[in-house]
């Protein structure tokens, strides 16, 4: 197994000062799963997550999304946990899909995470941290101390709900079983290859009727879209996973979209 050198990283992305985080778990624990300690650390990872690692490191906010954060400093802050695991057909990402009667991306496929609650800490170091992991914990059933915290992307926005959105990648260790904790939050949760979200026959453009044209998935009986499939896009494409796929080919999205 191929591993990384060690690295700490603040949770917009930057390394900290040792005011940033007072108390660190020793790398090996990964601290998730504390109350009192989280730590990133990029120790021990699988070489297949090189390129992801290096990304994460390098991508600039306006290379993610052209949805960035208000400068005055409006929205709501919020965390998702992109989980990468290893399952039976290789690497796999975990994705939930959304009740059907939630108030905002109802019926959506996407990453656990939700808003930053007051106990979650720091918004600007640990707390999307801990909230991705809390938010994957009560949405998925996901043991967060089996989750290693390897990098943090640049802070994203998603204007239609107002959120400010953190994603934090994660390295799903020690696996847990996961399935839908809560009907009216969570339709299901499932993994989906990494090979098939590569494969350019899975690959679509979702045309709003807005007129806005997004990269989408066509994976595991659903059809991945708009914040969750323009992140998984820029990751494969930064870490050269990415194959040519025929962006002509167009999936209309229903009004409510």
Known sequence: MK????GHVRADGQTPDRSDVEKREPDHTAGAGRDDAIAVTTEGLPGWLDPVVRAARTVEPRQLSRFLPP???AGRQSAVLILFGEGERGPE??????SGSLRSHAGQP????GALDPEDGDQATTGP??????????????????V?????????YIPVSSFVVTPVLGWWR????????????????????????????????????????????????????GFTAGVIDRI??????????????????????
């Open 236 to 257: 494969l494409h930064f870490a050269g996973w990415e194959r040519p796929w025929d962006r002509a080919r167009q999936v209309p999205l229903d009004w409510r979209a």
């Open 3 to 6: 591993t990384h050198e060690q």
């Open 93 to 98: 990402l975990l994705l939930m899909e959304r």
């Open 148 to 156: 290693q915290l390897f990098g943090v992307l640049p802070r994203l």
């Open 174 to 225: 020690v696996p847990s079983p996961v399935g839908v904790v809560d009907p009216a939050e969570t339709a299901r949760v499932f993994t989906v290859p990494v090979a098939d979200l590569t494969d350019p026959a899975n690959r679509v453009t979702t045309v709003h009727p807005s007129g806005h044209l997004g990269p989408a998935f066509l994976v595991e009986s659903a059809l991945v879209w």
């Open 129 to 146: 941290l801990r909230a991705a992991l809390r938010e994957a914990e009560e949405e998925t059933g996901l043991d967060p101390r089996g």
């Open 71 to 73: 400068e005055n400093g």
């Open 110 to 113: 996407s990453f656990p995470g």
